[in-house]
């Protein structure tokens, strides 16, 4: 469903003084109905890769096809109407609007899409028992906890059906528990059906995953599919790849660990 080739992504700070390589030479791909986590050290380039997916940036060079879809071929002005269409996304700092309650923050997306308010209220009777928020919906986000937050904006991304849910670190500024219980519910909704992308920086976090791509200086270092390992299996070799991958390296280019 996502293809991604030769992805490349260049900074360049004003007047042309210097440019950062955040992203070179990025090629994978995502299957219907995967679950796919991204790790790698902070300023890997994990959240560049995830803003040129969710069309938020244009790469450099290289190509990122949704279903079909070259994203590069996408003008300006249909951009945000093709995020709304086809992704949905949960931010490490849960972006809630504090001025709406649950249910507006929720439907916000379908709002912007101009869905009849019958279908709204279809669709939030039926997503919201399941993320616990039912009896939530008149709430507003200062009256509640920070994994409430999260669900709501993981509702508010899965609103609208997305093809693919992305995720730049959704368990962030969450405690170990509450984490724990989103990441839960991402596999739930992925036992579902849904296709997901996350990019984390916790191991704990990429073992629910069943497949980890491993960035390093903003290159594909490794990548790990969990297959019929259990998640503490699978959180060993994450640790053990990350360790490899951290290691003090002669070269600076990419280096397969197996
Ligand atoms: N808008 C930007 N302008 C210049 N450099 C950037 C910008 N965004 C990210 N970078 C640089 O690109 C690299 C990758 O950053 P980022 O994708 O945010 O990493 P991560 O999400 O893995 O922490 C870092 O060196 C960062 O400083
Ligand atoms: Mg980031």
């Known amino acids: 469903m996502l293809e991604i080739t030769n992805l490349a992504k260049t900074y360049h700070t004003r007047f042309g003084a ?92 379908l709002v912007l899409s101009k869905t009849p308010v019958a279908e709204m209220a279809k669709r939030v009777h039926e997503l919201t028992p399941k993320l616990g928020l039912d009896d939530k919906l008149q709430k507003f986000p200062y009256e509640l906890s920070g994994g409430q937050q999260q669900r709501v904006a993981a509702a508010r991304a899965l609103i609208t059906d997305p093809e693919l849910l992305l995720a730049d670190e959704p368990t962030g500024a969450l405690d170990s528990r509450t984490a724990d219980e989103l990441l839960k519910l991402f596999a739930q909704l992925n036992a579902e059906g849904q296709t997901i992308l996350m990019v984390t920086h916790s191991a704990v976090a990429a073992s629910h995953a069943q497949r980890v791509l491993f960035i390093r200086d903003g290159r594909i270092f490794h990548q790990l599919y969990r297959g019929d390992l259990s998640q503490d299996e699978m959180l060993v070799k994450i640790s053990d790849t990350m360790t490899a991958m951290l290691a003090k390296q002669d070269d600076t280019g990419a280096k397969a660990v197996d």
Do not use: C
Not at 70 to 85: D, G, H, Q, V
């Open 18 to 109: 210097s440019s950062v390589h955040a992203l070179t030479d990025i090629s994978f791909g995502v299957e219907d109905g995967e679950y796919v986590a991204i790790m790698g050290e902070s300023g890997s380039g994990k959240s560049t890769l995830l803003n040129l997916i969710a069309a938020l940036d244009k790469p450099t060079s290289g190509s990122i096809n949704l279903n079909g879809t070259e994203l590069a071929t996408i003008p300006e002005a249909k951009s945000a109407k093709f995020r709304r269409e086809h992704l949905g996304f949960v931010f490490q700092d849960f972006n809630l609007l504090d001025t709406f309650n649950v249910q507006d923050n929720i439907v916000l997306p």
